[in-house]
């Protein structure tokens, strides 16, 4: 009788927490149904007993995540190595506390990205996937990710016909996602290093025009080897990659809010050749701009 425990930890999302409790309610029901052993999720903000599954929702509005309460630290160490253990955005911050992340690729809401992993460099963080599963370690991305990871727990004991029998019921998609549609790109502004920061404010006003290195590093002032090392270190980027970033954004307010040719919306951002466009696109967000267009704009 698999028995999973719903850790509603202090900040965690009401909804999350409600939609998680319904959609194992409708499963549980299913297994009545079919005559399979019963599944039970049990909710609470200390839980003693031993799962067959430990969840971690999603926080909403509050940072309580950075300081997790040390008995629950305890008590995710103290699960034993039969146990899956699974979070959702911020609750990968909890499972990063207790040491469950090191050496794991791992995800989380694409703004956490960060803070998650200079707390824990051990983990492997990718942002781009909305859900990862590394050995008994189960994390998902998006505040409304908990949807993938109860559709994976449900699939895991359950089985896949019963989990898009859930799908169905509750008119979500059970295939893969990812969250490179939906990220936004926010470089560091605030590293410190004052001439890189007049470079990006002025790539940021231009970057639909040509790169040019050299003409970069003189207007702050600096030699282009010196330019090229000190701007890699302040964003993480090369300034070309940098660039590439700020062009698919443009192309994606565009994409979302015009009805303009693709063709002439990769022109403005700064692409002549429109073919190269659509691929780096594809490769930034998952999707073709046709397709990235079709899903975002309304």
Same mark, same amino acid.
């Given at each position: 009788?698999?028995?999973?425990?719903?850790?509603?930890?202090?900040?965690?999302?009401?909804?999350?927490?409600?939609?998680?409790?319904?959609?194992?309610?409708?499963?549980?029901?299913?297994?009545? *149904?079919?005559?399979?052993?019963?599944?039970?999720?049990?909710?609470?903000?200390?839980?003693?007993?031993?799962?067959?599954?430990?969840?971690?929702?999603?926080?909403?509005?509050?940072?309580?995540?950075?300081?997790?309460?040390?008995?629950?630290?305890?008590?995710?160490?103290?699960?034993?190595?039969?146990?899956?253990?699974?979070?959702?955005?911020?609750?990968?911050?909890?499972?990063?506390?207790?040491?469950?992340?090191?050496?794991?690729?791992?995800?989380?809401?694409?703004?956490?990205?960060?803070?998650?992993?200079?707390?824990?460099?051990? &983990?492997?963080?990718?942002?781009?996937?909305?859900?990862?599963?590394?050995?008994?370690?189960?994390?998902?991305?998006?505040?409304?990710?908990?949807?993938?990871?109860?559709?994976?727990?449900?699939?895991?004991?359950?089985?896949?016909?019963?989990?898009?029998?859930?799908?169905?019921?509750?008119?979500?998609?059970?295939?893969?996602?990812?969250?490179?549609?939906?990220?936004?790109?926010?470089?560091?502004?605030?590293?410190?290093?004052?001439?890189?920061?007049?470079?990006?404010?002025?790539?940021?006003?231009?970057?639909?025009?040509?790169?040019?290195? &050299?003409?970069?590093? *003189?207007?702050?002032?600096?030699?282009?080897?010196?330019?090229?090392?000190?701007?890699?270190?302040?964003?993480?980027?090369?300034?070309?990659?940098?660039?590439?970033?700020?062009?698919?954004?443009? &192309?994606?307010?565009?994409?979302?809010?015009?009805?303009?040719?693709?063709?002439?919306?990769?022109?403005?951002?700064?692409?002549?050749?429109?073919?190269?466009?659509?691929?780096?696109?594809?490769?930034?967000?998952?999707?073709?701009?046709?397709?990235? *267009?079709?899903?975002?704009?309304?």
């Amino acid at each position: 009788m698999p028995n999973l425990a719903l850790l509603d930890y202090p900040g965690a999302s009401i909804a999350a927490v409600a939609g998680l409790q319904e959609m194992f309610i409708y499963t549980a029901r299913l297994h009545q *149904r079919d005559g399979l052993p019963d599944i039970t999720l049990t909710t609470g903000q200390t839980l003693k007993a031993t799962p067959d599954a430990a969840i971690l929702p999603p926080a909403f509005g509050n940072d309580a995540y950075l300081t997790p309460p040390q008995p629950i630290i305890d008590w995710l160490r103290a699960l034993p190595d039969t146990c899956l253990i699974a979070s959702t955005c911020a609750g990968a911050f909890y499972l990063g506390a207790a040491g469950l992340l090191d050496g794991r690729e791992v995800t989380t809401h694409w703004v956490l990205e960060h803070d998650l992993q200079s707390r824990f460099p051990k &983990a492997k963080v990718d942002t781009g996937e909305i859900l990862i599963r590394d050995g008994r370690i189960i994390t998902a991305g998006g505040l409304l990710s908990w949807i993938d990871l109860a559709l994976e727990l449900i699939a895991h004991f359950s089985g896949p016909a019963i989990m898009r029998e859930v799908g169905r019921h509750f008119v979500t998609d059970t295939g893969r996602r990812d969250q490179r549609p939906y990220r936004a790109f926010n470089p560091p502004m605030n590293h410190g290093d004052h001439q890189i920061e007049q470079a990006q404010s002025l790539i940021e006003r231009t970057f639909a025009a040509p790169i040019r290195i &050299a003409e970069l590093a *003189r207007t702050v002032a600096l030699t282009e080897r010196t330019f090229l090392r000190r701007f890699e270190r302040a964003t993480g980027l090369t300034p070309l990659t940098y660039v590439q970033h700020l062009r698919i954004q443009s &192309a994606q307010r565009a994409l979302e809010s015009t009805p303009a040719p693709i063709d002439q919306i990769a022109y403005s951002v700064g692409y002549e050749n429109a073919n190269a466009f659509r691929k780096l696109f594809k490769r930034h967000t998952g999707l073709s701009p046709s397709q990235y *267009r079709q899903r975002l704009k309304r």
